[in-house]
Structure formats: structure tokens, C-alpha cells
């Protein structure tokens, strides 16, 4: 699975220079754009201290950010009000605005794979009631 470390940069609507700027600045972490664009093309793998340092600037968990683990729906609308403390309006409103976004496409992905299963549930070619496999 691809890591969202360009997706959560892009959210922040931050370039690659202003973003390893922030890294040093606020979580003490020290990486050129050029590393960090490695990171995001699943080029270089980071250490673990870096993806924690990552998730802490990002305000998500690691696993998130890896790409490997999702976020239930309160847990992301908290992060998505925690990042937006510190923002001016138009920014907050373009943050919320795409996260919004990303969480309504990611529940119409599920409910779509749902109805896939529910239909193959519902056909006999499909299903053994008996064994309930596939």
C-alpha cells in the first residue's frame, strides 16, 4: 500500500521546501526535498523515528501515514479540527473542504464494496449456503 505523505503535504498545501522547513522547525527533524520526495514515491523507506516524526507534524497516527492502517470517522474528524487550529480561514475551510472529500470517497468505495457482497451473497451461483464460501 502507498504511503499518503503526498497527500497529507498537498493537503497542507505545502511544497516540498516549505514542508522540510517545517519539519526542522517544529519536530526537529532535518530532511532535504529530495529525500522527502523519495519518502513520498515509496523510493527510500524512513526510519521508524522518521514516520514518527512524520505522524507527529501530520497529527495522525503512524500507521496512517504508512499507508497501512485507516482512521475510523471520529478519530479522523478530530485530527482534521486539530490541524486546523492554527490556520487562517481560507485555508482551514480548503483543509476541511478536501478532507471532507477524502472521507465521503472512502465511504462510497466501502458502501460500494458492500453492495458487491451483498449481491454475491444474494446469488445462488455465487454462494454455497452450505459451506458459506464464495
Given at each position: 500500500m502507498k504511503n499518503r505523505l503526498r497527500k497529507l503535504?498537498?493537503?497542507?498545501?505545502?511544497?516540498?521546501?516549505?514542508?522540510t522547513k517545517l519539519l526542522a522547525e517544529t519536530v526537529s527533524l532535518r530532511l532535504s526535498p529530495d529525500?522527502?520526495?523519495?519518502?513520498?514515491?515509496?523510493?527510500r523507506e524512513p526510519k521508524l523515528e522518521t514516520w514518527e516524526?512524520?505522524?507527529?507534524?501530520?497529527n495522525f497516527p503512524v500507521g496512517y501515514v504508512q499507508g497501512i492502517r485507516e482512521l475510523g470517522n471520529w478519530e479522523t474528524i478530530q485530527n482534521m479540527l486539530e490541524e486546523t487550529r492554527f490556520c487562517d480561514d481560507v485555508k482551514k475551510d480548503v483543509y476541511l473542504r478536501n478532507?471532507?472529500?477524502d472521507l465521503f470517497s472512502t465511504l462510497v468505495d466501502k458502501n460500494e464494496e458492500l453492495e458487491r457482497r451483498i449481491e454475491d451473497l444474494e446469488d445462488p451461483e455465487k454462494f454455497d449456503r452450505d459451506t458459506g464460501d464464495l
Open positions: 503535504r498537498q493537503r497542507k498545501g505545502l511544497t516540498l521546501e516549505e514542508e529525500a522527502l520526495a523519495k519518502y513520498e514515491r515509496g523510493d516524526s512524520l505522524a507527529n507534524f501530520f478532507h471532507f472529500i
